[in-house]
C-alpha cells in the first residue's frame, strides 16, 4: 500500500492559463474523491468517480472543471482559463465502494494562480 | 444537507495536559462521522472513525473520541498531548456512504505550550 500520490505538489500559473492535476489513488480503491480547501476551511467536496464513472458533482464545480477517470486508475482535475479565485489546495481521496469506507488523502496540490 | 460544527477555531493547550476538540453535526439519521488531523502543506491522516457500536472509539496517537446520539456530537479528546500534536483538525460526517462525499467542520487549530 503505497498510499494517495499526487502531482505536482505547487503549482504557479497566471489567471487565464489552463492547468491540469493528477491523482493516483491506492490500487484496490474504487471510488476515487476530489476536494478543494481554501485558507482556514476545511475541505469542500468537488466530485467522485466509482471506477470510470463520475457518479457525482458539487454545484463548487463550474464549467470551467473538468475530471476524468479514463480507466478506473488514476484521475486528472483540469481548470480552464484559471482565476484568482481558483488558489487553493486540491485534495484527492480514496476508498473502496459498497457503503461507508474510510477516505485515504494524498498530500494534495496547491494551487496558485497569480 | 448536512453540516459539521467545529465551534473552536484555536485552541491552545500546555504539553501533557488534556484535550477536548468539540464538534457537532446536524443530520436526521446515525452519520457516519470522522476525524482527520492535518500538517501544514499536508493532507488529511485519518486519527478514528465511528460507524456503528460502541460509542466510544480509539484511534491512532492516543486520541478517542466519545459519539453522543442526543447532543448530536462527535468529540475528540487525548489525555496527555505532545507538541507533535500540534495542528490542523478536522471533523468530518459521511451521510451519503460515501456517494456525497465528506462534509467536514472548518477545522480547529492546536497550538502546544511548552
Known amino acids: 500500500d503505497t498510499g494517495v500520490s499526487q502531482d505536482p505538489r505547487h503549482k504557479i500559473t497566471k489567471r487565464g492559463q489552463n492547468v491540469t492535476f493528477r491523482c493516483d489513488p491506492i490500487s484496490e480503491h474504487n471510488r476515487l474523491y476530489w476536494y478543494r480547501q481554501t485558507l482556514g476551511q476545511g475541505p469542500e467536496f468537488l466530485t467522485y468517480f466509482q471506477n470510470e464513472a463520475q457518479l457525482e458533482k458539487s454545484r463548487l464545480l463550474s464549467d470551467r472543471f473538468s475530471a476524468e477517470r479514463p480507466k478506473g486508475s488514476f484521475s486528472t482535475l483540469e481548470i480552464q482559463r484559471t482565476e484568482q479565485g481558483d488558489s487553493a489546495m486540491y485534495l484527492c481521496a480514496s476508498s473502496l465502494a459498497g457503503g461507508p469506507h474510510t477516505q485515504y488523502f494524498g498530500p494534495g496540490t496547491r494551487l496558485t494562480v497569480l | 444537507a448536512q453540516s459539521v460544527t467545529q465551534p473552536d477555531i484555536h485552541i491552545t493547550v500546555s504539553e501533557g495536559a488534556s484535550l477536548e476538540l468539540r464538534c457537532n453535526y446536524s443530520y436526521g439519521a446515525t452519520p457516519y462521522l470522522f476525524w482527520y488531523v492535518q500538517s501544514p502543506g499536508q493532507g488529511l491522516q485519518l486519527l478514528l472513525k465511528y460507524f456503528s457500536g460502541d460509542t466510544l472509539v480509539q484511534g491512532i496517537k492516543g486520541f478517542e473520541a466519545e459519539f453522543k446520539r442526543s447532543q448530536s456530537s462527535f468529540n475528540l479528546r487525548k489525555p496527555s498531548v505532545h507538541w507533535s500534536d500540534a495542528a490542523e483538525y478536522f471533523c468530518?460526517?459521511?451521510?451519503?456512504?460515501?456517494?456525497?462525499?465528506?462534509?467536514f467542520g472548518k477545522g480547529t487549530h492546536l497550538i502546544i505550550q511548552p
Open positions: 468530518a460526517v459521511d451521510s451519503g456512504g460515501g456517494a456525497d462525499g465528506l462534509t
